[in-house]
């Protein structure tokens, strides 16, 4: 069946301007996660859901950063006043039981 | 100090070479380790999965992991130019949420 998808796969934003990113996941996974991919840095997580509650949000790096997941499946990470730090690849990952994680493609952040 | 450590490389070997690939880590909860494949513009894909020490062989892919040392390795036998892409270490700990990730590593295999 399908992979995880993610849109935009890229944006170019000016700063201050706020993003939605999208992930739709594998269907019937039920965890979902979110990580950030910066040039060097490798994959920082940001927030973990189970079903559409998010019990781990002790990643997102600061208030403008919110994430939500509505009917068990699509999530949206929305980040407000964008900052030029906070471009970066935006990956979400999927997760059955067990303990592999399905990746999206990612979304390409970029912050002018 | 980073919980994860991972050269970045960038590794270059020619095909048929056999690429040996590096972790070491700080927590000593890790028990779940991952070798994880990224190609450019890609989301990253499992390659390996390990539970606590031991090795794991799958094809040209073999495995390593030393919890005394801290230790994870990924051997790649016969490598061809179509193994070239970064190769991530990640691992967990039991009960934890989400996976620690090394920084990867780039890897290019020359015809």
């Known amino acids: 069946g399908a992979g995880v998808s993610q849109s935009p796969s890229n944006k170019v934003t000016e700063k201050g301007k706020d993003v939605e990113l999208r992930c739709d996941p594998i269907?019937?996974?039920?965890?979902l996660y979110w990580y950030r991919q910066s040039l060097g840095q490798g994959l920082e997580f940001l927030i973990y859901f189970q079903g559409n509650s998010a019990p781990d949000k002790s990643g997102l790096p600061s208030d403008r950063f919110s994430a939500e997941r509505t009917g068990g499946s699509v999530s949206t990470l929305t980040i407000q006043r964008t900052q030029q730090e906070d471009s970066a690849v935006y990956l979400c990952?999927?997760?059955?039981?067990?303990?592999?994680?399905?990746f999206g493609p990612g979304t390409r952040l970029t912050v002018l | 100090q980073k919980e994860v450590e991972q050269d970045p490389g960038p590794l270059s070997v020619p095909e048929g070479a056999i690429v040996s690939l590096n972790c070491t880590y700080s927590n000593s909860a890790f028990q779940y380790f991952m070798w994880y494949r990224q190609y450019s513009r890609k989301g990253p894909e499992l390659l390996m999965y390990?539970?606590?020490?031991g090795n794991k062989e799958d094809g040209r892919f073999t495995a390593q992991v030393d919890k005394s040392s801290k230790y994870i390795s990924l051997f790649i036998r016969d490598s061809q130019p179509s193994d070239s892409a970064t190769y991530l270490c990640a691992m967990k700990y039991r009960g934890a949420n989400n996976l620690f990730f090394g920084t990867g590593t780039r890897l290019t295999v020359i015809p």
């Open positions: 269907s019937g996974h039920t965890a």
């Open positions: 390990t539970y606590s020490s």
């Open positions: 990952a999927s997760i059955p039981a067990g303990n592999e994680q399905f």
